[in-house]
């Protein structure tokens, strides 16, 4: 009888600890916070897990009240009886009951500076950000992926042509307008293509890259993040004293001067645990006056300027507007034609 009892009661433990973290993620459904740990398409999955879990407690009930009336059996003869030592059964159920217990104390909230300050700033959207989508991309003008924080950043070779040429300067030779919607004629196409030459890793973002050379502002959309920043940054010398405009939240690095903050999204693949920061310097009269982890939206003229020695994409800024936080603070990969981005 008192073997029972003791069942019973591990039975009941387990059964608490699964109905727990089924009522967190009901829990986290609820409140909309789920967004914050892990991404859109993972969603599903999750809940289809927290209804398992809500299934596999109830089953753990079940099993508890046949033990205390008497009625166990093993399942099978590889079944181990539970730990008899007080200490240990603490340690075991406390690997689990301690985040749960975490979970619900602690507020769900945005990750912000102070993690993109472990992981280190991405300041191009080149190779990393390309990867990150699960394709791989050309060059850029740094390495993303490799952190400015750490200051080890390499510039790899442009794939760009050996004498780079401005936006306007290509507009005037192919009788270009940059107006957005103006149509080219066929010599100005061929223009186009071979100002957009690549390699085989960022022929991917030739298409887009075309695209957003017409348009007068390069809007940065929440959809495609990732791949419209890496675009901009694999063919960088044509986009310089284009408009771009961008939303975030407002970083710092100790060594930036006054006017200079980084505009930055966390891109997230799967979880929380995997995300990695992305974003642009930005340089204005005004960026010392912006608090840490502000959201903005900045709006500015594409140049290029050196950090850490190495050269990078920056804005100058003409528009600083605080925003409020978006509903859904992270950015994701895009899976389809990256040429739509720009529609």
Not at 102 to 120: E, H, I, N, T
Request: hydrophobic content about 45%; aromatic content about 10%.
């Amino acid at each position: 009888m008192v073997e029972n009892r003791s069942l019973t009661v591990h039975y009941l433990f387990r059964a608490v600890i699964m109905a727990g973290f089924s009522f967190y993620v009901l829990h986290l459904v609820k409140a909309g916070s789920l967004v914050y740990y892990i991404a859109p398409r993972m969603e599903v999955y999750v809940k289809c897990a927290a209804i398992a879990l809500f299934v596999i407690a109830l089953y753990q009930g079940f099993l508890g009240l046949r033990s205390f009336f008497g009625k166990a059996e093993a399942a099978c003869d590889c079944e181990h009886a539970p730990p008899a030592s007080i200490v240990r059964n603490i340690w075991l159920y406390g690997l689990f009951l301690l985040p749960l217990t975490l979970g619900f104390l602690l507020p769900d909230k945005l990750m912000g500076s102070d993690v993109v300050a472990m992981k280190g700033m991405n300041l191009s959207g080149g190779n990393g950000a390309a990867k990150a989508g699960g394709r791989a991309a050309g060059s850029g003008t740094a390495a993303a992926g490799q952190t400015a924080s750490a200051g080890a950043v390499q510039a790899p070779e442009s794939v760009a042509p050996e004498q780079p040429v401005s936006a306007e300067e290509a507009a005037a030779k192919g009788g270009v307008s940059s107006a957005a919607g103006t149509g080219t004629s066929p010599t100005a196409d061929e223009e186009l293509k071979r100002l957009f030459e690549a390699d085989d890793f960022s022929k991917p973002f030739v298409s887009l890259g075309i695209k957003l050379y017409k348009q007068d502002r390069i809007v940065i959309k929440e959809n495609g993040f990732m791949e419209l920043l890496t675009a901009v940054d694999l063919f960088l010398d044509r986009y310089i004293g284009k408009k771009m405009e961008i939303t975030g939240f407002v970083y710092r690095e100790p060594d930036m001067k006054e006017n200079q903050f980084v505009v930055s999204r966390l891109a997230m693949m799967c979880c929380s645990a995997d995300s990695s920061p992305y974003g642009v310097l930005v340089e204005g009269a005004t960026a010392k006056t912006l608090s840490k982890d502000a959201w903005v939206k900045i709006v500015g003229t594409i140049g290029t300027t050196k950090y850490k020695d190495i050269e990078i994409m920056k804005l100058d800024a003409t528009s600083i507007e605080s925003i409020q936080a978006p509903e859904t603070p992270y950015v994701y990969p895009y899976y389809e034609d990256f040429e739509k981005l720009a529609d």
